[in-house]
Protein backbone atom coordinates (compact mmCIF):
# COMPACT_ATOMS: atom_id res chain seq x y z
CA UNK A 1 0.00 0.00 0.00
CA UNK A 2 3.15 2.21 0.82
CA UNK A 3 4.45 1.82 -2.65
CA UNK A 4 1.45 2.37 -4.22
CA UNK A 5 0.99 5.87 -2.60
CA UNK A 6 4.36 6.64 -3.22
CA UNK A 7 4.33 6.32 -6.92
CA UNK A 8 0.92 7.51 -6.86
CA UNK A 9 2.85 10.88 -5.80
CA UNK A 10 5.69 10.42 -7.72
CA UNK A 11 3.66 10.39 -10.81
CA UNK A 12 1.20 13.33 -9.91
CA UNK A 13 4.78 15.56 -9.48
CA UNK A 14 6.05 14.13 -12.95
CA UNK A 15 2.82 15.21 -14.46
CA UNK A 16 2.89 18.58 -12.79
CA UNK A 17 5.80 19.31 -13.60
CA UNK A 18 5.37 18.48 -17.39
CA UNK A 19 2.11 20.78 -17.06
CA UNK A 20 4.20 24.10 -16.24
CA UNK A 21 7.19 22.81 -17.99
CA UNK A 22 4.98 23.07 -21.08
CA UNK A 23 3.03 25.91 -19.93
CA UNK A 24 6.18 28.00 -19.56
CA UNK A 25 7.40 26.99 -23.17
CA UNK A 26 4.62 28.48 -24.82
CA UNK A 27 4.69 31.59 -22.84
CA UNK A 28 7.99 31.54 -23.84
CA UNK A 29 6.86 31.39 -27.47
CA UNK A 30 4.37 33.61 -27.64
CA UNK A 31 6.44 36.25 -25.76
CA UNK A 32 8.93 36.06 -28.70
CA UNK A 33 6.07 36.46 -31.47
CA UNK A 34 4.58 39.30 -30.03
CA UNK A 35 8.32 40.99 -29.66
CA UNK A 36 8.89 40.28 -33.00
CA UNK A 37 5.66 41.60 -34.37
CA UNK A 38 6.32 44.86 -32.24
CA UNK A 39 9.67 45.58 -33.62
CA UNK A 40 8.20 44.58 -37.38
CA UNK A 41 5.87 47.11 -36.76
CA UNK A 42 7.30 49.57 -34.46
CA UNK A 43 10.68 49.88 -35.61
CA UNK A 44 10.63 48.36 -39.06
CA UNK A 45 7.99 50.61 -39.94
CA UNK A 46 6.38 47.36 -41.43
CA UNK A 47 2.48 47.31 -41.67
CA UNK A 48 0.77 44.66 -39.65
CA UNK A 49 -1.89 44.24 -42.25
CA UNK A 50 0.56 42.28 -44.24
CA UNK A 51 2.07 39.70 -41.78
CA UNK A 52 0.28 36.52 -42.13
CA UNK A 53 1.89 34.68 -39.31
CA UNK A 54 4.73 34.68 -36.90
CA UNK A 55 5.78 31.40 -35.58
CA UNK A 56 8.46 30.89 -33.15
CA UNK A 57 9.55 27.35 -32.70
CA UNK A 58 12.43 24.94 -31.00
CA UNK A 59 15.01 23.63 -33.27
CA UNK A 60 18.64 22.69 -32.84
CA UNK A 61 20.40 26.60 -34.32
CA UNK A 62 19.17 29.08 -33.60
CA UNK A 63 17.71 27.46 -30.75
CA UNK A 64 14.43 29.41 -30.80
CA UNK A 65 13.78 30.91 -34.76
CA UNK A 66 10.71 32.66 -35.30
CA UNK A 67 9.45 32.65 -38.50
CA UNK A 68 7.53 35.38 -40.56
CA UNK A 69 5.36 34.85 -43.44
CA UNK A 70 4.14 38.27 -45.12
CA UNK A 71 0.87 38.64 -47.96
CA UNK A 72 2.95 40.04 -50.89
CA UNK A 73 5.75 37.58 -50.38
CA UNK A 74 5.24 33.64 -49.75
CA UNK A 75 9.05 33.50 -48.88
CA UNK A 76 9.77 32.32 -45.12
CA UNK A 77 11.50 34.89 -43.18
CA UNK A 78 13.31 33.87 -40.37
CA UNK A 79 14.57 35.79 -37.30
CA UNK A 80 16.65 35.70 -34.04
CA UNK A 81 16.80 36.93 -30.85
CA UNK A 82 20.15 37.32 -28.79
CA UNK A 83 20.75 41.61 -28.10
CA UNK A 84 18.66 41.94 -31.10
CA UNK A 85 16.59 40.93 -33.87
CA UNK A 86 18.77 39.13 -36.60
CA UNK A 87 16.95 38.49 -39.64
CA UNK A 88 18.86 35.06 -40.95
CA UNK A 89 16.72 33.84 -43.87
CA UNK A 90 16.37 35.18 -46.85
CA UNK A 91 19.92 37.00 -46.31
CA UNK A 92 19.47 40.80 -46.16
CA UNK A 93 22.80 41.64 -47.17
CA UNK A 94 21.94 39.71 -50.82
Known sequence: MKLL????VIMVVVVIA???WYGSYKSDMKKLEDELRTYL???KGIDGNTIISITA???KMPM????VKFKDNPQEYIYN???E????MPDPNE
Not at 5 to 8: P, Q, Y
Not at 85 to 88: F, G, K, S, T, V
Open 18 to 20: SFS
Open 5 to 8: KTSL
Open 57 to 59: RRS
Open 85 to 88: WIQL
Open 64 to 67: YPVV
Open 81 to 83: YTD
Open 41 to 43: TAE
